[in-house]
């Protein structure tokens, strides 16, 4: 445990400066990790449960369905990361947002994308070039959907 409070205490002080110069046009993106979580939300705004399912299928924003088994009718999903059928009781909020939010900053040798991180990426899309994959409310609405997930 104590290698991920580093590696999330790390991760902050990156949070807190930003993306790097040739990028300095990219909004911070701001949060705080304590222990294995990101307990606050990024917005401050509630979460839509129905749009974060939407999300999590939609095959060109969340693709969650790409790699992870859920509850929903989306054909083709993937079996590369874990099944999310009762995430919802297996994590808490703010280790769901951690996960969404930077799944590196949890396990290191993940294949996850960071949906909600602009600095220190390699080969990113032109179009998500100096913008995070999801925006914060976005991200609230996925972590709000997965919390459904019991």
Do not use: W
């Not at 999300?55 to 790699?67: M, Q, S, T, Y």
């Amino acid at each position: 445990m104590h290698h991920l409070h580093a590696a999330c205490a790390v991760a902050f002080v990156g949070v807190l400066l930003g993306a790097p110069a040739a990028a300095s046009s990219a909004p911070a993106l701001q949060y705080t990790v304590a222990g294995d979580g990101i307990p606050h939300s990024l917005t401050g705004v509630p979460g839509d449960p129905t749009r974060g399912k939407a999300l999590v299928a939609d095959r060109k924003l969340g693709n969650c369905v790409a790699c992870h088994q859920l509850p929903l009718d989306a054909p083709f999903q993937g079996n590369v990361g874990p099944n999310l059928a009762g995430v919802g009781s297996r994590l808490s909020v703010p280790q769901l947002r951690l996960r969404v939010v930077d799944m590196k900053l949890v396990d290191a040798t993940t294949i996850m994308p960071a949906f909600y991180r602009v600095a220190g990426l390699n080969d990113v899309a032109q179009d998500f070039q100096g913008r995070p994959m999801l925006s914060a409310q976005q991200v609230e609405d996925v972590v709000t959907f997965l919390e459904t997930l019991k």
